[in-house]
């Protein structure tokens, strides 16, 4: 009798797991062979570059200076305008919500080869001012390669509908004002959220407005004066923004403010030491140990 509360039990533990899903996991074959044999080249290549560090060592070769707590990137960020800032965030995610998502939504039903042609037109409309800034920046190799993107996608490109360039290998490298003014020294300056455009800061808010200017002063084919610069302008955004995949308050995380403010503008930082081309781990002296 002691067999039956056994049994309805587990009976009872199979109806419970009748009602799960079973998933039976197939184990990979064993190799022992290969693996034997991949471990001996893994441990070759660790004994092989252990040898050469201490050949390089012995040899007095340059060694690389270590790393230290000064070499890691701070995570603070100048913030005077935070308040203003947050409620441009919050700002931003809102109309992206109720205007900017549904209509790009919209865009992104249209006929690929459409949508890929007001893309690549409004691309090369940008190499106007990638011309002038190259050509303000100091260089002139790239203003010329932007000239010729312009002049290639403009012409066999129908006005700039097909990327004629890039297929060609002319990749397309564009530029701002605001890349300009770092070229000059002018430094990033305090973080701005721009309403509408997103994260930016007062340099790049001044490029910006550089960045409008240049095509009005040009106004290729009177584009971008009249009534037409708006809905130009209104098409470039909706492009834009559907070409874009970031989605506001999709990380999950309560501080997505302080993580785009912090990317955004160490990614500026990077770019301007690129430009400049500074090294970031600068070496100490020979006959200064690291860290003094």
Same mark, same amino acid.
């Given at each position: 009798?002691?067999?039956?509360?056994?049994?309805?039990?587990?009976?009872?533990?199979?109806?419970?797991?009748?009602?799960?899903?079973?998933?039976?996991?197939?184990?990979?074959?064993?190799?022992?062979?290969?693996?034997?044999?991949?471990a001996?080249?893994?441990?070759?290549?660790?004994?092989?570059?252990?040898?050469?560090?201490?050949?390089?060592?012995?040899?007095?070769?340059?060694?690389?200076?270590?790393?230290?707590?000064?070499?890691?990137?701070?995570?603070?960020?100048?913030d005077?305008?935070?308040?203003?800032?947050?409620?441009?965030?919050?700002?931003?995610?809102?109309?992206?919500?109720?205007?900017?998502?549904?209509v790009?939504?919209?865009?992104?039903?249209?006929?690929p080869?459409?949508?890929?042609?007001?893309?690549?037109?409004?691309?090369?409309?940008?190499?106007?001012?990638?011309?002038?800034?190259?050509?303000?920046?100091?260089? *002139? +190799?790239? =203003?010329?390669?932007? $000239? !010729?993107?312009?002049?290639?996608?403009?012409?066999?490109? @129908?006005?700039? /509908?097909?990327?004629?360039?890039?297929?060609i290998?002319?990749?397309?490298?564009?530029?701002?004002?605001?890349?300009?003014?770092?070229?000059?020294?002018?430094?990033p300056?305090?973080?701005?959220?721009?309403?509408?455009?997103?994260?930016?800061? *007062? +340099?790049? =808010?001044?490029?910006? $407005? !550089?960045?409008?200017?240049?095509?009005?002063?040009?106004? @290729?084919?009177? /584009?971008?004066?009249?009534?037409?610069?708006?809905?130009?302008?209104?098409?470039?955004?909706?492009?834009?923004r559907?070409?874009?995949?970031?989605?506001?308050?999709?990380?999950?995380?309560?501080?997505?403010?302080?993580?785009?403010?912090?990317?955004?503008?160490?990614?500026?930082l990077?770019?301007?030491?690129?430009?400049?081309?500074?090294?970031?781990?600068?070496?100490?002296?020979?006959?200064?140990?690291?860290?003094?």
């Amino acid at each position: 009798m002691r067999i039956v509360p056994v049994v309805v039990a587990f009976a009872l533990t199979l109806g419970g797991c009748a009602s799960q899903e079973f998933v039976v996991h197939q184990l990979p074959p064993e190799t022992p062979a290969a693996d034997n044999a991949a471990a001996i080249t893994r441990a070759e290549a660790l004994a092989n570059d252990k040898q050469e560090a201490k050949s390089e060592q012995q040899s007095g070769g340059e060694q690389a200076p270590p790393l230290t707590s000064a070499d890691a990137p701070s995570m603070r960020t100048y913030d005077p305008w935070e308040r203003f800032n947050r409620f441009n965030y919050r700002f931003n995610a809102r109309f992206d919500e109720a205007v900017f998502l549904p209509v790009s939504n919209g865009y992104r039903r249209l006929p690929p080869p459409i949508r890929s042609g007001v893309h690549n037109f409004f691309g090369n409309l940008s190499e106007i001012g990638s011309i002038i800034n190259y050509t303000l920046q100091g260089r *002139l +190799r790239r =203003g010329v390669r932007s $000239l !010729g993107r312009f002049a290639i996608n403009s012409t066999i490109g @129908i006005g700039g /509908l097909f990327d004629v360039a890039t297929k060609i290998h002319w990749a397309n490298a564009p530029t701002g004002f605001g890349t300009t003014l770092s070229k000059w020294g002018m430094h990033p300056g305090p973080y701005l959220v721009i309403p509408i455009l997103g994260p930016s800061t *007062l +340099r790049e =808010g001044i490029g910006l $407005l !550089g960045d409008y200017g240049a095509p009005y002063g040009v106004n @290729i084919a009177n /584009l971008y004066r009249g009534d037409q610069s708006w809905g130009l302008g209104v098409a470039d955004a909706v492009d834009t923004r559907a070409n874009s995949k970031f989605r506001y308050y999709s990380s999950g995380s309560p501080f997505e403010y302080d993580d785009i403010r912090f990317l955004y503008v160490r990614k500026l930082l990077l770019e301007d030491e690129g430009l400049h081309k500074k090294d970031p781990r600068k070496r100490p002296p020979p006959d200064v140990p690291a860290g003094q």
